[in-house]
């Protein structure tokens, strides 16, 4: 746990002084330690600030600990193109090491609550959150997350999107800064001939996608051991997810899987 921290904080601040991100001088803590306790929270403590606030504090990681409040309000406060340059910091570290420059594409839903409670969720309340997950052949409600990993399971892009959004509508939205060349392996649900070709075309980037029975074009689907790798790695994410996700708003609720796919990531540097 040691070594984690010690990363995630060198990280962060690394990060930040790069960007030459200024903290108010009156502020007690500065916005590397509170980025680093909401990772530690999502890697160790099921997403729990206070826990993670009540550890970091306690051993003398931190030695000014904010309340929980103000910790929330700070962390909130952040901008979220700050986080974005930080993701994509690790994310180019990624892309660099993979040679092969094979990619797959995928996603998987988290629900925000049971079915039944659904008509009394106060985070989320459209229909657009009411999703089907093929896999486990059931409905689900809340959202889903739609991420780009390396052949060795390394997130390099991820977007969330509400639930009943469609896998091929939401990748059409992806930024696929990638090598040329790339190989990117997908399921069924990427399907577009249109947009592998656009892909293909105009940036040299090649949709695998897998083919049903009545497909008019050959099947160049995705390779079992990359499949097994983002299924691995969707494992992993949801693993570390506590029994519940507290959270009061949207905003909360989609901040806390950021930092579980952050706190994932960081265990590749």
Known sequence: MVDAIITVFCICDDYLKSIDYKDDKQA?????????????????FGGSYAKSRWFLGSHNYVNHML??????????????????GLFATMASTFKAANKDN????????????????????KIYRNKEYHGYCASKGEYFYGIRVH???????????????????SDIIVAQSFKFELPKGSKIHADKGYTDYGFEDH?????????????KENAKRPDRGMCKKIRKRIESSFSSIVGDFARKIHATTAFGFELKIALFIFAYSIKFM
């Not at 309340?67 to 986080?83: G, H, K, T, W």
């Not at 995928?106 to 409670?117: M, Q, Y």
């Not at 991420?147 to 969330?160: N, S």
């Open 102 to 121: 094979q990619y797959a594409i995928d996603s998987f839903p988290i629900p925000v609550c049971s079915n039944i409670r659904m008509y009394r969720c």
């Open 67 to 84: 309340s929980e409040s103000r910790f929330v309000r700070r962390l909130n406060q952040i901008d979220s193109e700050v986080l974005r």
């Open 199 to 211: 892909l293909e075309f105009s940036r040299q980037i090649h949709l695998l996608a897998s083919r």
């Open 147 to 165: 991420m780009l990993v390396t052949q060795y399971g390394e997130p390099v892009e991820f977007i969330i999107e509400p639930g009943a959004t």
């Open 28 to 44: 007690a803590m500065s916005t590397s330690e509170i980025l680093t306790t909401a990772i530690i929270a999502a890697k160790f």
